[in-house]
T-cell receptor, first 115, second 116 residues
Framework: EAGVAQSPRYKIIEKRQSVAFWCNPISGHATLYWYQQILGQGPKLLIQFQNNGVVDDSQLPKDRFSAERLKGVDSTLKIQPAKLEDSAVYLC?????????????FGPGTRLLVL | AQSVSQHNHHVILSEAASLELGCNYSYGGTVNLFWYVQYPGQHLQLLLKYFSGDPLVKGIKGFEAEFIKSKFSFNLRKPSVQWSDTAEYFCAVNEANSGGYQKVTFGTGTKLQVIP
């Protein structure tokens, strides 16, 4: 079974530029998460999708971050404009159907450096 | 909002030593509890989880964790560590709800270094 795929793996941009990350969850997984992991901290949930609908985006800085999952499969996370404090690893995770007992499966992450 | 505390940021052990990593959470309701591990250069992966029933949970690679509700704790243990256990360990807590919705809060992580 293929795992959660993310691209790019690394990205370096200057502040005020825009950037986009892509995630393809495990086939058939209805629930998709984006996390931000700043160096020295644990992952922080940014947004959660159930199919193509947003379940929770309470911690997403909506003035600069946006995410979509138009067809309920892959997803993109965008930052526009980027700030220095956005430097982090952006993790995507998925799980099958949203039932409580299911495990989240994580992708390799995209490491973003904002200069 | 709930919080998760991991007391040790960096632990160094010799092979065959026993391991205990602390984890405390703040939420007073029903919780689901997880330990995730990230080996160098690899993805975060689930080590073990607690949803209900026996508070002593066994996971992969000889790890176990005990849920003590009165102490709001979910400490991770292993009787004898190996060099291959060198990794970063994250405790995570989900506020359980009837809808199956998971909103997981992670701790800051503990880096474990095992010396051969």
């Amino acid at each position: 079974e293929a795992g959660v795929a993310q691209s790019p793996r690394y990205k370096i941009i200057e502040k005020r530029q825009s950037v986009a990350f892509w995630c393809n969850p495990i086939s058939g997984h209805a629930t998709l998460y984006w996390y931000q992991q700043i160096l020295g901290q644990g992952p922080k949930l940014l947004i959660q999708f159930q199919n193509n609908g947003v379940v929770d985006d309470s911690q997403l800085p909506k003035d600069r971050f946006s995410a979509e999952r138009l067809k309920g499969v892959d997803s993109t996370l965008k930052i526009q404009p980027a700030k220095l404090e956005d430097s982090a690893v952006y993790l995507c995770a998925s799980r099958p159907s949203g039932r409580a007992l299911e495990t989240q499966y994580f992708g390799p992450g995209t490491r973003l450096l904002v200069l | 909002a709930q919080s998760v505390s991991q007391h040790n940021h960096h632990v160094i052990l010799s092979e065959a030593a026993s391991l205990e990593l602390g984890c405390n959470y703040s939420y007073g309701g029903t919780v689901n509890l997880f330990w995730y591990v990230q080996y160098p250069g690899q993805h975060l992966q689930l080590l073990l989880k607690y949803f209900s029933g026996d508070p002593l949970v066994k996971g992969i690679k000889g790890f176990e964790a005990e849920f003590i509700k009165s102490k709001f704790s979910f400490n991770l243990r292993k009787p004898s560590v190996q060099w291959s256990d060198t990794a970063e360990y994250f405790c995570a807590v989900n506020e359980a709800n009837s809808g199956g919705y998971q909103k997981v809060t992670f701790g800051t992580g503990t880096k474990l270094q095992v010396i051969p």
